[in-house]
C-alpha cells in the first residue's frame, strides 16, 4: 500500500503562482511513476503532469511552459510548480502514484482556486 498526502493549494489571482507538493509514505520502494491529475465536478479526471523515477516527465498541452513537475526520490515527494496560472486551472488536484506491478493509488485532492 501507498499513502499520498497533498498539500499546496489555496486561492491564487489570476497569473500568480501556487506550488502542490505530495509526500509518499508506506511501499513507496514499488512507486515507478508520480503526477498530477485534475478533475472539475462531474467530468473525468484529466492528466496534468508525470516523472517517472527516472525523471522522464510527460504534460499536458494545456500547461506545456506554465506547469513544471519534479521529483524528490530522498523525500518521497513529487511537486507541481504552477506558474502564470489561468481561471481555467481552478478545479481539485490529485496527487497519482502507479507501482511497477501498475498498481494505481490516489491522494484525497487539493483544491486550487484562481480568481480572474
Known amino acids: 500500500q501507498v499513502q499520498l498526502q497533498e498539500s499546496g493549494g489555496g486561492l491564487v489571482q489570476a497569473g500568480g503562482s501556487l506550488r502542490l507538493s505530495c509526500a509518499a509514505s508506506g511501499a513507496i520502494f514499488s512507486v515507478n511513476v508520480m503526477g498530477w491529475y485534475r478533475q472539475a465536478p462531474g467530468m473525468q479526471r484529466d492528466l496534468v503532469a508525470t516523472i517517472s523515477v527516472g525523471g522522464t516527465t510527460n504534460y499536458a498541452d494545456s500547461v506545456k511552459g506554465r506547469f513544471t513537475i519534479s521529483r524528490d526520490n530522498a523525500k518521497n515527494t513529487v511537486y507541481l510548480q504552477m506558474n502564470s496560472l489561468k481561471p481555467e486551472d481552478t478545479t481539485v488536484y490529485f496527487c497519482?502514484?502507479?507501482?511497477?506491478?501498475?498498481?494505481?493509488?490516489w491522494g484525497q485532492g487539493t483544491q486550487v482556486i484562481v480568481s480572474s
Open positions: 497519482h502514484a502507479q507501482t511497477y506491478g501498475a498498481y494505481n493509488y
